[in-house]
C-alpha cells in the first residue's frame, strides 16, 4: 500500500498546478479587457530592464537596508525553490532525497546554502513582520491597507515563516543528515526513536510542500502576485521620457479635420469615448499594472499631495483599479458577457477629489519598484472626467477659456505677450 | 530692451540661431517676466542671435492636457506647430520646463519637430564654451544655495546636473535639501494646480518644500521654472516673515554675474 502516498501526491501535485495555471489565466483575461497599446519592440532595451529593475531590484536599493532584507526572501525563495524539484521526484516516486547519490559530496553543500538561505528568510521575514506591525512607518500603518490588504501581507510573512521552519525542521528529523542550521534544531529531537523522528520528518515534509502549493495558489488572490508580474512589467515598462504624455490620437485627428476640413476621410467617426471612465477603457499595461502592485506604497510616501494630507494616494489608486477588474473579471466569468453594473472605476472607487489633488510631478512613477504608473490611470480619468462630463472646478474652465481666447492660462490681452521688451 | 521677432527675421531674409520659447508665465507674470529678460540679457551678452514669436506664441496647451482636457491642448498644438514649421524652426531653448516637456516631447508625435533645449542646459553649454564669462569677483562667491528641482526637468526629463553644474561655476556653495533630483519634492504647481485651489489637506505643499529648503539654512534658494518659482517665494514667505531667503531663477543669478 506504499504507493497510496504517491498516488495522493501526484494528484495534490497535478490538481495544484492545474488550479494555479487556471488563476492565472484568468488574470491574464482580465488583463486582455483593456485597450490594445503596441509596446512591442526595443527588445535589447526591455530585457535591459528586466535585468536591472526585475532581477536587479535596482529601486530597491534606494534604501539598501531594506533592499537586502528584500534581497534574502527573494533569492532565498527562487532557490529554495530548486529543492522543490527533489520533492516532487521524491513524492512521486517514493525515494527518499533522490539527488543525493547523483549529487554526491555536493549534495550536502546544496542543502546546506539552502538552509543559509532559509535562516536568512526567516531573519528577513521576521523583521519584516515587526516593521509591518510594531513599527509606525507611515506608509505601512496607513489607512490604505486597512482590511483585507493588511491581513494579506501577515499572512503572507506567516506562511513564509511557517515554510522555512517547516524546511529546516524536515531535515533535523533526519537522522542521517547533518546540515549547517537543522543540527543546531536536532537536540530539540533528542530521546526520540527512529519511528518517531521519521514521522516528523514525514510530517514535516507533507505540510511544507502542501504548504508551497497552497502558498502558490494564494498568489492570485494576494498582492504577493508581483513576484511573478515584476518581470513582464519591467518588461512592458514605458521606455519614454516620465514627462511624455501618451497621445489621444483620436483628438488630434478631430482637431486636424475642424482646422482643415478637406483631409477628413469620408465616414470618419469620433471615438465613443474619451479617456477612462472604468477598466476596460484603460490600457491592457494600466491593468497589469495594478495586478503587479504589491502595496508596498512607497509611491504615496513620495506623492505631494498625499504627504500633505490630500485624499489622493497613488497605492490606493492601484489597488482600486484592481478591484475594480476583479470585480468586472468575475462578472464576465458567471455572465459569458459583460453587462453594465451601474458602477464604474471613476467615481464608484475612485474620487473626483482625489483625481484633482494630483501635480503630475511623476514621484510615484520614479519610487515603484515594480514599473507600475499609477499617473497614466489618473490622467486617464481626468480625461473622461473633463471631456466626457465637462466636470472641472470653476478655475479650470476660466484657465480652458483663457486659452481659448488669450491663447495663455491667465485673461490676458494676447497683443501684450511681447510687452516685456518694452519695459525697463 | 530690444529683442526680435521671427517675423522680424523673416521680412530680413535671415534666420535667428534659436527661438527663445517665452512661455505663458514667462510673457505675461511679473516676476516671471524679470527671468525673461534676465535669460535675454544673457543672449544678448553672449552673442547669441535669438528671436521670440511675440504675438504669435500661444499657450502650448500644457496646463490644458494635463487637466484633462486633450481638445484645448490638441487646438494650441496644431496651431503653434503651424506656426513654428511655417517659420521653419529647428532650435527652441525655453525657460519654463512644462513648455519644454511638450515641445520636446508631445509635439513630435504632432508633427512638430524641434531640437528643444531648457535654458539651464544653454546656460551650461554657454558657460563650457566660454561664451559666458562671469566678473572675477561675482557677487554670488561662496553663497550657500539650495536648488530646488523642477519636476518637469528633473524627474520627467532627467535634467538634474546642468542648473547644479551652472550654480558651481559661479562658485557657489550647493546645498541639497532633504528630498533631491530624482526624489524632489514638487512645488505644488504642477498638473494645472497652478491653476486652482489646492485641494483639502493638512498642509500646503508649496509650505513642505519651503520647510526643506528652509531647513538647509542656506541663504537663498534657486529654480529653474517660474511656477516652482512663485510656488517656492510664496511658501517661504509664509513660513519666515523675517529671514528674507530670496528665490531665484539660474537665469536671473547668471545674468547679474555675468561680464
Known amino acids: 500500500m506504499a504507493w497510496i502516498a504517491e498516488i495522493i501526491f501526484g494528484i495534490v501535485t497535478v490538481g495544484s498546478f492545474f488550479l494555479f495555471g487556471k488563476n492565472l489565466w484568468a488574470i491574464r483575461k482580465n488583463i486582455l479587457l483593456g485597450k490594445p497599446v503596441d509596446l512591442s519592440g526595443d527588445t535589447t532595451e526591455r530585457w535591459k530592464q528586466v535585468a536591472l529593475l526585475a532581477f536587479g531590484q535596482k529601486k530597491m536599493f534606494k534604501n539598501p537596508l531594506v533592499a537586502i532584507l528584500h534581497l534574502f526572501v527573494y533569492v532565498g525563495f527562487i532557490i529554495i525553490n530548486i529543492e522543490l524539484l527533489e520533492i516532487i521526484v521524491d513524492g512521486l516516486t517514493g525515494s527518499h532525497r533522490a539527488f543525493a547519490p547523483l549529487l554526491g559530496e555536493y549534495y550536502d553543500l546544496l542543502i546546506n546554502s539552502f538552509e543559509v538561505l532559509a535562516g536568512l528568510v526567516l531573519f528577513a521575514v521576521i523583521i519584516f513582520f515587526i516593521r509591518r506591525n510594531f513599527l509606525t512607518i507611515k506608509r505601512l500603518i496607513s489607512k490604505d491597507l486597512n482590511g483585507w490588504p493588511r491581513s494579506d501581507a501577515n499572512i503572507i510573512l506567516i506562511i513564509e515563516v511557517v515554510l522555512m521552519s517547516l524546511f529546516l525542521t524536515m531535515n533535523a528529523a533526519d537522522p542521517e543528515t547533518h546540515f549547517i542550521l537543522s543540527s543546531y534544531i536536532k537536540p530539540w529531537f533528542n530521546g526520540l526513536n527512529e519511528n518517531q523522528l521519521a514521522t516528523i520528518e514525514h510530517t514535516a515534509w507533507w505540510i511544507h510542500i502542501v504548504g508551497i502549493y497552497a502558498f502558490m495558489n494564494y498568489l492570485p488572490y494576494s498582492k504577493h502576485l508581483h513576484i511573478i508580474l515584476a518581470f513582464p512589467n519591467a518588461y512592458y515598462a514605458s521606455l519614454e521620457p516620465k514627462g511624455k504624455m501618451h497621445n489621444m490620437e483620436s483628438v488630434q485627428n478631430e482637431v486636424l479635420y475642424a482646422m482643415q476640413p478637406e483631409l477628413a476621410p469620408a465616414g470618419a467617426e469620433a471615438p465613443d469615448r474619451f479617456g477612462a471612465k472604468d477598466v476596460m477603457d484603460l490600457s491592457w499595461k494600466n491593468l497589469m499594472d495594478a495586478y503587479s502592485c504589491t502595496e508596498c506604497g512607497r509611491c504615496s510616501a513620495a506623492c505631494p499631495a498625499n504627504l500633505t494630507g490630500k485624499l489622493l494616494s497613488p497605492r490606493s489608486i492601484m489597488m482600486k483599479t484592481r478591484d475594480r477588474l476583479e470585480e468586472v473579471g468575475k462578472q464576465i466569468q458567471k455572465e459569458g458577457t459583460w453587462k453594465e453594473d451601474g458602477k464604474s472605476l471613476l467615481h464608484d472607487y475612485i474620487s473626483v477629489e482625489e483625481l484633482r489633488a494630483c501635480t503630475t510631478c511623476n514621484a510615484c512613477v520614479e519610487e515603484c519598484p515594480v514599473s507600475i504608473s499609477p499617473l497614466d490611470i489618473i490622467i486617464e480619468l481626468r480625461r473622461s472626467l473633463v471631456m466626457e462630463e465637462s466636470n472641472a472646478p470653476a478655475e479650470w474652465n476660466g484657465m480652458f477659456s483663457n486659452i481659448e481666447n488669450n491663447f495663455a492660462p491667465w485673461k490676458f490681452s494676447p497683443d501684450d505677450r511681447d510687452a516685456w521688451t518694452q519695459q525697463a | ?259
Open chain 2, 1 to 259: 530692451m530690444k529683442v526680435a521677432t521671427m517675423a522680424e527675421f523673416l521680412a530680413a531674409g535671415k534666420e535667428p540661431e534659436v527661438l527663445f520659447w517665452v512661455g505663458c508665465a514667462g510673457s505675461f507674470d511679473q516676476r516671471a517676466q524679470k527671468i525673461t529678460k534676465a535669460f535675454a540679457t544673457i543672449l544678448d551678452k553672449a552673442g547669441v542671435e535669438y528671436a521670440i514669436l511675440g504675438k504669435e506664441e500661444a499657450c502650448t496647451g500644457d496646463p490644458a492636457r494635463r487637466a484633462g482636457n486633450e481638445f484645448m491642448f490638441q487646438m494650441m498644438a496644431y496651431q503653434n506647430i503651424q506656426v513654428m514649421n511655417a517659420y521653419n524652426i529647428k532650435k527652441i531653448v525655453t525657460t519654463c520646463p512644462h513648455c519644454f516637456n511638450v515641445l520636446k516631447n508631445e509635439y513630435p508625435a504632432l508633427g512638430g519637430n524641434y531640437d528643444v533645449i531648457h535654458h539651464t542646459t544653454f546656460l551650461q553649454e554657454l558657460i563650457e564654451q566660454g561664451k559666458i564669462k562671469f566678473t572675477d569677483s561675482n557677487e554670488w562667491k561662496g553663497k550657500s544655495i539650495a536648488y530646488h528641482d523642477s519636476c518637469y526637468l528633473g524627474r520627467a526629463n532627467d535634467i538634474y546636473e546642468a542648473p547644479r553644474k551652472v550654480l558651481e561655476s559661479l562658485d557657489m556653495e550647493l546645498r541639497e535639501m532633504k528630498r533631491c533630483k530624482s526624489k524632489g519634492l514638487c512645488c505644488g504647481a504642477g498638473g494645472a494646480q497652478m491653476f486652482k485651489e489646492e485641494e483639502k489637506g493638512d498642509k500646503r505643499i508649496n509650505t513642505e518644500r519651503a520647510d526643506e529648503a528652509i531647513a538647509t539654512n542656506a541663504s537663498m534658494v534657486a529654480s529653474a521654472c517660474p511656477f516652482c518659482n512663485t510656488m517656492m517665494t510664496d511658501g517661504i514667505k509664509n513660513r519666515n516673515e523675517e529671514v528674507k531667503m530670496d528665490v531665484l531663477d539660474i537665469a536671473e543669478i547668471v545674468a547679474q554675474a555675468i561680464q
